[in-house]
Each structure stands twice: as C-alpha cells, then as structure tokens.
C-alpha cells in the first residue's frame, strides 16, 4: 500500500516546483506563484480520474471525514452509523462535530453488516457510513436503498481502498460523499493529506467554505471575501499537493502492482484447507492493498500472526489484539477519557456503548488476519513471502 515506498523524480519536481515560487499555500498570491496551483491540479485530477464533478483537497483523511459530514449539516446530537472496525480516525471524525458514532457490526466482507444497520437506524440519524477497510468495500447497493428509504446521507470512507471499484464506478463516488486519506501509509500520500469528493455542489461549496474559515473564495482579494458561515482550518499546504500530484497520476500502476502481488500470495493460499477469504460483495474490486483471510479460530489465529512475526513476514495485521483498528481495545472511546468536557448530549449518545456486546464481528475478527500488499517488493520475494506463509499456516492449523 504505502506510496512512499516509491519516491521518485515526479515527486522532487512537483515540490521543487513550489519551492522555486516560494508559495507555500494554495490560495492567493497568483502573480508570485508563477502559474504553480498544486492543490488546484491535483483536485483537478482527481475529479478527472475518478469521474467525479468536485474534490475537496484537505490537510487529512479524518479532516476529509469530518467536513463530508459539516458539509450536510451533520452535528451536536446527531446520529452517524458506521462499523466497528475500522481506524479510530472515523470515530473522532464523527465525535469532533458532537455527532455521535453508533458503532454496528460487520460481517464476512469485514464492513458494515446490513442487517446491524437496519436495526440501528432511529429517529437521530442523519449518515451511514461504510468504511472500505483494507480495500473492499461494504454492499453499498444495499446501504444506498436504505438511506434512500430512510431519508440518510451515504458517506464512504474510503480512505483505506483507493483504486477499489464497485459496479464499475471509482470507490468514493457511490454515496453521497467519499473520503480519502493521503497520509504517509495509503496507498497514495502527500505526506501528510486528504480529499473529499461529491458530485453535489452544495456539498463541495460548504466543504470549500469550511476548510478555510469560511471564506467564499470570490474575488481576487482574500482580505475582501466574505464570511457566509463559520469556518476552521483544514487546509492542505502546497508542499503535502505536490507531493500527492506526482503519486496520484502514478495511482493506476500502484493498483497494478498491488494486485499481482495480492494474487501471488492469494493462489497460494487457496491451496490451504484452513484458509478462506473476505467476501467481496456482488460487483465489487478490491484495491488490493490488502489480503484479508479467515483462519478456523482464534487460537490458530494468534499462533499464525505470533509464527508470521517470528519468521520475517511483517505487515500482517490480527486486528482482534490490535489498539487502533477494533472496538475492542477502544476503551478510551467506551469510557469517553476526553481531554476536555464532552456536552452531555454526547456523553449520553455513547453511553450505549458501555453495555453493547459485538459477538458477531469478534467471530470473524478473532479469525482474521489482514495483510498489506507493499509495492516495493520483488516478484521474486512476494513468490517466496507466499510459501513461507503457507508453510507457517499450515504448521500451525490442526
Ligand atoms: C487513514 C484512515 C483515516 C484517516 O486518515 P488521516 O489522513 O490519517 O487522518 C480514516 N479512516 C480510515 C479507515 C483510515 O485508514
């Protein structure tokens, strides 16, 4: 997945190209800049890439998540459904705006469970949204029906399967919003980045406002724009565009690269009677940024994760012992350790989470195991990744 593995000439000519103007921010100053709007082009390329009529640059994928859902009006005691694995970021999006997280269960696709959804829906909630965890994606048909009937805002966050598709479309593009994170790890990074994408110009506009202090952006003289709601600072600096400029318009070959090496170690796994795969829902393609597999139990589990360790295949991921992917180590979210007060409409609004059990994702996170595709590697090490990793499988199932 992670971009930064391939660096190159593209990405110092693209920030040389700043350096040398000496413009550093993406608004303003159009004479010094001498023609050079980083963050501009590559929201260019992406509406472009991705078939999709506005992007949002910003300074991170949960700024991405955060403004998606200012951008609809999402706030203090409002309801955001989403999925009990996932990055905490996608919590603290939702928790930042005083909404409030109604954490559900997943399945066998490692995303939203339809069924968990369907229950979960009140008269407070106002988005479901489906985060695409290690590269595939949730039945968004399914999700899209219910919030058409339910009067919902889809909200995807994508930000873990850039270059995933469903039905033909780029992932990001079938809710109402999608989010991309462009931070260090992701398949394409600017360092440090984000982007929000919608074709709803209402959406965009107040996602534009809102990232930089509520300026309308009219006009030439930023001193002049007027201020039509409040805003804060979410902005991306032209340095982290540059950067995510060159990456971006190398995205078709990372997911190239990505799924020959996936297949690679897949085929080899498929030979194993111990081993089976996430489902991908009807239509779907992954982004291949990750293998995600099922093992029998959760002892074999966690003997196969402690064996991959052991022998040199790293990036392996048993998110049931993991702090920062699953429900079950969030205890600073379960019991609301904040730095600062929390209004009680949201202290309430978590308050569930205290009591709710999540037996029907542990019974398939205990038994996962989720590995990142890097790109760097040699066709020759992924061929030799894969057999060790049978190898260790197999020497460690009943
Ligand atoms: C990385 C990530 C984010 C947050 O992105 P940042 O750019 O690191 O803020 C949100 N959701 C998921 C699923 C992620 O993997």
């Known amino acids: 997945m992670p971009g930064f593995e391939l660096f190159g000439d593209a990405e110092k000519k693209e920030v040389q190209d700043v350096l040398d103007s000496g413009v550093l921010m993406r608004y303003g100053f159009d004479q010094m800049r001498q023609g050079h709007w980083k963050a501009k082009e590559l929201e260019k390329e992406i509406q472009f890439q991705f078939k999709v009529q506005y992007a949002q640059l910003l300074s991170s994928g ?18 955001v459904i989403m999925p009990c694995f996932t990055f905490v970021a996608s ?3 939702i928790i930042m705006l005083g909404a409030i997280p109604v954490i559900v269960d997943i399945d066998d696709t490692l995303t939203l469970d339809i069924d968990a959804v369907q229950a979960a829906i009140t008269t ?12 595939s994606m949730a039945n968004l048909e399914a999700l899209k029906s219910i919030c058409a009937i339910n009067n919902l805002i889809l909200i995807e966050d994508a930000c873990q399967a850039i270059g995933g598709k469903y039905k033909g479309k780029a992932l990001g593009t079938i809710g109402d919003m999608g989010c991309f994170s462009f931070d260090f790890v992701k398949t394409v990074t600017c360092g ?20 930089d202090h509520g300026h309308d952006h009219n006009g030439k003289d930023r001193g002049a724009e007027l201020h039509p709601f409040l805003g804060y600072n979410f902005r991306i600096s032209e340095l982290n565009a540059a950067v995510g400029l060159a990456q971006f318009r190398r995205l078709d070959n990372f997911i190239e690269i990505q799924k020959k090496h996936y297949m690679i170690i897949r085929n080899e796994l498929a030979k194993l009677s111990g081993v089976t795969f996430r489902t991908v829902p009807e239509g779907g393609e992954e982004s291949y940024s990750f293998l995600s597999f099922f093992l029998d139990d959760l002892e074999i589990a966690r003997k196969v994760s402690t064996a991959f360790k052991n022998n040199g295949i790293d990036v392996c991921f048993h998110y049931y012992d993991n702090n920062w992917h699953y429900i079950r180590k969030w205890e600073h979210l379960i019991n609301q350790k904040s730095l600062l007060p929390l209004s009680k409409e949201l ?3 978590l308050s569930y989470l205290k009591r709710k059990s999540f037996d029907k994702s542990d019974s398939f996170i205990s038994r996962n195991i989720s590995c990142l595709i890097k790109l760097s590697w040699t066709e020759n090490e992924v061929v030799q990744r894969a057999k060790t990793m049978a190898t260790l499988i197999r020497s460690n199932t009943h």
């Open 62 to 79: 949960t700024a991405a998540v955060s403004l998606a859902l200012a951008s609809a009006g999402i706030g203090a005691g409002d309801e």
């Open 91 to 93: 919590f603290e999006a």
């Open 124 to 135: 407070k909630t106002k988005a479901i949204m489906p985060v695409h965890m290690c590269g």
């Open 192 to 211: 440090e980045g984000g982007v929000m994408i919608t074709n709803n110009y209402d959406y965009y506009t107040n996602a534009d406002h809102f990232s």
């Open 347 to 349: 202290k309430d609004g």
